[in-house]
């Protein structure tokens, strides 16, 4: 059983893990409408942000596992934890409920993402720079999309727009690990590693306001009580389902080469 | 080296990139391919890759598509650097074993893929062969140059449909059937087409 929460593991380590299992899980969450999304068009859409965040995870777990230096690889980062282990923010494992739900997540998300990853694109570590740079790209479109839906949704029939309000106060109290930071985050920008975080919140704060408001949504407030943990490992009861039903096949065949 | 063959004598992508802050996006080095160094290896080498198609979109080849980043030897070994397009683009694996496969096929014994990140692959790398023969397949190439304005829809381009010609296009979605490409339809013809977005 691999228990990375048990061997030194240092910041650096546990930033990417943060960046690699937040994306993983999120991609996960995607990928699990596959012939369920509402429309053909936005199914198509969904499993293509999925796949961005997959590569996306790949590329930082990949590096996370390098710098662990236990002979492990990406995959095995990602099938072979448990969920104690796994570092991702909350907000993106909570289930996919109704589209307003799905979108409502994906945009609070794609904004954080959007100027987390401008700021590592500047990173003092030339990898993490360069897999930012190019994640940046992708995040950028992903945040058009899931912002017109917000505002189409938000300013659209009185249903969307009761459904989208609803949905942002239930997803809302996952957002507050988006805004603070810890001795890890503080580390890494110290280090010019990562961007001033800040800063990170001001710009999520700004790119939420705009948005919501020409969603003519109603901000809940950010001082509202919020869940924490996932950032170091205390989730909610929804990862251990995703994980089982995401790390079935590996487990079940831990020694396939051909799939 | 990679010589510029067929291509822009000018550096790929050296386009209108002006609204970018030059630590965006796309950074100040867009320059992947260098002035030509002409030899004869690379040439033959590229000659070989011109046949290997895209396997998502395979009317155009991994030249065209400007993901072949680099020609060189290390050591002897020839040494192929390719870029993937998307982060998570599934293709990656069978297009690096697709080029393998045609270098052996032609003698190179022992041909290595290196992996390139950065700079980031754009669509201002197609070339304008490969542009053209995305429209006669019936997918519209990128409008316009990749920007940050490109991509958060501030300036979205007229998609010209490539079945009709008809400006009077209008996009269903975000994404197509890859994740390199969007939905659109056109309202003159009514046919519903991909659009190979600017990135």
């Known amino acids: ?79 072979r934890r448990d969920a104690q282990d796994f570092r991702n923010l909350l907000i993106v494992e909570q289930p996919n409920g109704d589209f307003a739900d799905i979108m409502g997540r994906q945009f609070l998300f794609d904004a954080w993402h959007v100027h987390l990853l401008e700021g590592l694109a500047d990173s003092s570590d030339p990898r993490i720079a360069e897999v930012a740079a190019k994640s940046l790209k992708e995040a950028t479109y992903h945040l058009r999309r899931s912002s017109e839906w917000v505002i189409r949704l938000g300013d659209g029939t009185e249903e969307s727009h009761t459904r989208m309000q609803r949905a942002l106060d239930n997803i809302w109290q996952f957002t507050g690990e988006l805004v603070q930071f810890d001795e890890i985050d503080q580390a890494m920008q110290e280090a010019g590693i990562a961007p001033d975080p800040e800063t990170l919140a001001t710009r999520w704060k700004a790119t939420v306001e705009e948005v919501l408001e020409e969603a003519t949504l109603e901000r809940p407030s950010y001082d509202a009580w919020m869940y924490t943990g996932g950032k170091v490992g205390h989730h909610t009861e929804h990862l251990g389902f995703l994980l089982a039903e995401m790390q079935y096949l590996p487990r079940t065949y831990p020694d396939a080469t051909v799939w | 080296m990679l010589p510029s063959g067929n291509q822009p004598s000018a550096p790929i992508g ?161 994404f197509g059937s890859t994740a390199c490409k969007a939905l659109y339809r056109c309202r003159d013809c009514l046919e519903p087409f991909d659009y190979f977005k600017c990135l």
């Open chain 1, 1 to 79: 059983m691999h228990n990375v929460a048990q061997k030194t593991q240092t910041p650096l380590i546990t930033y990417l893990l943060r960046l690699g299992d937040s994306a993983l899980v999120l991609g996960q969450r995607s990928a699990q409408l596959c012939g369920k999304a509402p429309a053909l068009e936005e199914e198509m859409a969904l499993m293509n942000v999925g796949l961005d965040l997959f590569g996306q995870a790949r590329n930082w777990l990949a590096y996370a596992a390098e710098l662990e230096g236990e002979g492990h690889d990406a995959d095995y980062l990602a099938f």
């Open chain 2, 14 to 174: 050296a386009g209108s990139i002006d609204d970018w802050p030059s630590k965006d996006l796309i950074g100040s080095d867009r320059s992947g391919l260098p002035p030509a160094g002409e030899t004869g290896d690379v040439d033959a080498v590229l000659a070989i890759l011109q046949q290997v198609p895209d396997p998502e979109v395979p009317v155009v080849s991994v030249v065209e598509l400007g993901i072949v980043r680099d020609i060189d030897w290390q050591d002897g070994q020839l040494v192929v650097s390719v870029t993937p397009t998307y982060s998570g683009c599934p293709a990656t694996e069978a297009i690096e074993q697709h080029i393998v496969e045609a270098l052996v096929a032609s003698g190179y014994s022992n041909p290595l893929i290196q992996r390139r990140l950065s700079p980031a692959w754009t669509t201002d790398w197609l070339t304008e062969a490969g542009r053209e023969k995305l429209r006669a397949y019936g997918i519209a190439p990128p409008v316009g140059s990749a920007s940050k304005r490109s991509l958060t829809g501030q300036s979205d381009p007229v998609v010209p449909c490539p079945l009709c010609g008809s400006e009077a296009t209008e996009r269903v979605s975000e």
